[in-house]
């Protein structure tokens, strides 16, 4: 039994068929790249960000990097700073009283970012130069003894010429009130504001964290 084909359909081209399949397969192809596209949208959105754009620069650390890093001499201490980290910060023992907010937060600061470092603790020392050379607080020695809190304190230097390149390396960049990094080189090589900031601590151990984790060139843990 034959197949009925009427008038109309013989007068449409064979061609035509492909025609149409080919525009809705067409179509269908585009709905589905523009599906795709609005699906990656936010990939392609933070890759251009971070590329690109680049915020703040591309900067990732809370701390001011010392570009280039700043040599230490350790004339200018009786303690070593070589092979260690070392968090400096330098107040005169005369103004660092209880009641001194500014200077007990640097040395708080510094004790909990150490206690902070865990099992890391030990490659990290706390220095205190103090600069007028009069005996340290009683209540503050206690709190801030190097035997339970790990913090050294140091004199400065007798010698004219120590004293002041000492305090021209501190002063440098207007960071003499900083917390001070020193690389186990020994060198600046970043300073942090003093802060009661729980946000900004953690940026702070964040970036101690990196450090201690990236860098173990030099380092002596004797």
Partial sequence: MGIKVSDKELL???SADSVAIDTRTRRGRMQMLFLLLACAAPVIASYFAYYVIKPEGGKTNFGVLVQPAQDANEAWFSVPLKGKWTLLVARPAGDCQIKNESCIEALFLMRQLRVAMGRESGRVQLLWVNLDGKPVDPEVALAYDEKTAGLKVV???????????????????GAGKAIQLVDPSPAKMMYFPVTNSSKEFANIKKDLEKLLRLNHKGESLQ
């Fill in 12 to 14: 449409i081209p064979a």
């Fill in 155 to 173: 004199n400065l230097p007798s010698d004219p010429k120590l004293k002041a390149e000492f305090q021209a390396w501190l002063d440098r960049e």
